[in-house]
C-alpha cells in the first residue's frame, strides 16, 4: 500500500531541502531550496504526532550527528537514519535510537560494489535485516539508472535493474531510492522509474526525488500498483513549499480506511 513518507534532510546541522544534484565538495555549488529556523527533533516530533512511521533522517555530509540523535530521542524506534553509516557505526545508530539504517557509498570503495561491506554491516546488526535499508539513490544516463554516492555526485558500477533489486534483497528489509536529477526541483517524479520499481522490488521501497502535488501520491499508487511509498519533501508547507503536510497525513489515513473496509 503506497504511502506518504516523511523525511528530515540535514546539513551542516541544520534542516534543509536541497537541490540534490548540487550537493558537492564546495558549499558555492550548493543550491537551498529551504532553510528551516526549527531544529530537526521538531519535525521528530511533528512526524510522531501524526504517526508518520518509517520517516527518514538523512545526514548530508558532517556535522550532523547531533541533530541526527536529537531527533532519534524525540521518538525512539520509529525513525530512520542515514549518511555515513558504515560497520563501525550502524549498531551504534540502532542503540541511538534508529528503527534501521540506511547505507549507500559505504558499500561502493573506489565506486565498484562490495558484497563483503554488505555482509559486514549486515553482521554488525546482529544479521538482523530488518534493521538495515540499502539506499539505492541513483542519476539518469540515457535510458539506464546508476547508483550515485558521494552526495550523489558519482557514479557507481551498479545499474538500478531487476537483478541488482533481487540480488540485493536477500539482505535488506527496505530500498530508498532518490532520483538524485529531480530530487529538490520540484519537477514531478521519474514515472518510468517508479513503475519499474513497482515491477521490480518485492520488498518495501520508497521513491524519493520530484513529487510537487498532493496527487503525485495518487499517481505513485497507480504506477507502482501500491508498492511503492512516496517521499514529498522541498514541496511541504512545512519546508516552504505548497503541499500542506496536513493533507499528505490525510491520504495517509485515508488509505488505512481504505484497506480497513475493504
Same mark, same amino acid.
Given at each position: 500500500? /503506497?504511502?506518504?513518507?516523511?523525511?528530515?534532510?540535514?546539513?551542516?546541522?541544520?534542516?534543509?531541502?536541497?537541490?540534490?544534484?548540487?550537493? /558537492?565538495?564546495?558549499?558555492?555549488?550548493?543550491?537551498?531550496?529551504?532553510?528551516?529556523?526549527?531544529?530537526?527533533? &521538531?519535525?521528530?516530533?511533528?512526524?510522531?504526532? &501524526?504517526?508518520?512511521?518509517?520517516?527518514?533522517? *538523512?545526514?548530508?555530509?558532517?556535522?550532523?550527528?547531533?541533530?541526527?540523535?536529537?531527533?532519534? !530521542?524525540?521518538?525512539?524506534?520509529?525513525? !530512520?537514519?542515514?549518511?555515513? *553509516? %558504515?560497520?563501525?557505526?550502524?549498531?551504534?545508530?540502532?542503540?541511538?535510537?534508529?528503527?534501521?539504517? *540506511?547505507?549507500? =557509498?559505504?558499500?561502493?570503495?573506489?565506486?565498484?560494489?562490495?558484497?563483503?561491506?554488505?555482509? =559486514?554491516?549486515?553482521?554488525?546488526?546482529?544479521?538482523? +535485516?530488518? +534493521?538495515?535499508?540499502?539506499?539505492?539513490?541513483?542519476?539518469?544516463?540515457?535510458?539506464?539508472?546508476?547508483?550515485?554516492?558521494?552526495?550523489? !555526485?558519482?557514479?557507481?558500477?551498479?545499474?538500478? %535493474?531487476?537483478?541488482?533489486?533481487?540480488?540485493?534483497?536477500?539482505?535488506?528489509?527496505?530500498?530508498?531510492?532518490?532520483?538524485?536529477?529531480?530530487?529538490?526541483?520540484?519537477?514531478?517524479?521519474?514515472?518510468?522509474?517508479? !513503475?519499474?520499481?513497482?515491477?521490480?522490488? =518485492?520488498?518495501?521501497?520508497?521513491?524519493?526525488?520530484?513529487?510537487? /502535488?498532493?496527487?503525485?501520491?495518487?499517481?505513485? +499508487?497507480?504506477?507502482?500498483?501500491? +508498492?511503492?511509498?512516496?517521499?514529498?519533501? =522541498?514541496?511541504?508547507?512545512?519546508?516552504?513549499?505548497?503541499?500542506?503536510?496536513?493533507?499528505?497525513?490525510?491520504?495517509?489515513?485515508?488509505?488505512? /480506511?481504505?484497506?480497513?473496509?475493504?
Amino acid at each position: 500500500m /503506497t504511502r506518504f513518507r516523511a523525511c528530515i534532510d540535514l546539513h551542516a546541522g541544520a534542516v534543509k531541502q536541497i537541490v540534490g544534484g548540487s550537493l /558537492t565538495s564546495s558549499d558555492a555549488d550548493l543550491r537551498t531550496n529551504h532553510v528551516s529556523g526549527l531544529p530537526a527533533r &521538531h519535525f521528530a516530533r511533528l512526524y510522531r504526532q &501524526h504517526a508518520l512511521h518509517g520517516a527518514h533522517v *538523512i545526514m548530508l555530509g558532517p556535522g550532523n550527528d547531533d541533530a541526527a540523535r536529537a531527533a532519534l !530521542q524525540e521518538w525512539p524506534g520509529s525513525l !530512520q537514519v542515514g549518511g555515513g *553509516i %558504515n560497520d563501525g557505526n550502524a549498531a551504534s545508530w540502532v542503540e541511538w535510537g534508529a528503527a534501521k539504517v *540506511i547505507i549507500t =557509498s559505504y558499500l561502493f570503495p573506489d565506486a565498484r560494489f562490495s558484497l563483503s561491506r554488505l555482509q =559486514s554491516v549486515l553482521q554488525s546488526l546482529g544479521n538482523d +535485516k530488518q +534493521k538495515l535499508i540499502i539506499d539505492l539513490s541513483c542519476r539518469r544516463v540515457g535510458a539506464r539508472w546508476v547508483v550515485a554516492m558521494d552526495k550523489w !555526485q558519482r557514479l557507481t558500477d551498479m545499474d538500478v %535493474n531487476q537483478e541488482t533489486i533481487a540480488n540485493l534483497s536477500p539482505y535488506c528489509s527496505e530500498f530508498l531510492v532518490h532520483a538524485a536529477d529531480n530530487e529538490g526541483l520540484q519537477r514531478g517524479i521519474d514515472e518510468t522509474l517508479v !513503475q519499474r520499481l513497482g515491477e521490480w522490488c =518485492s520488498i518495501p521501497v520508497t521513491y524519493a526525488g520530484g513529487g510537487k /502535488t498532493l496527487q503525485d501520491l495518487d499517481r505513485v +499508487k497507480v504506477l507502482s500498483g501500491g +508498492k511503492v511509498d512516496l517521499t514529498i519533501g =522541498s514541496a511541504l508547507d512545512v519546508f516552504g513549499g505548497t503541499v500542506k503536510f496536513a493533507e499528505c497525513v490525510a491520504w495517509n489515513r485515508r488509505e488505512d /480506511t481504505a484497506v480497513t473496509e475493504g
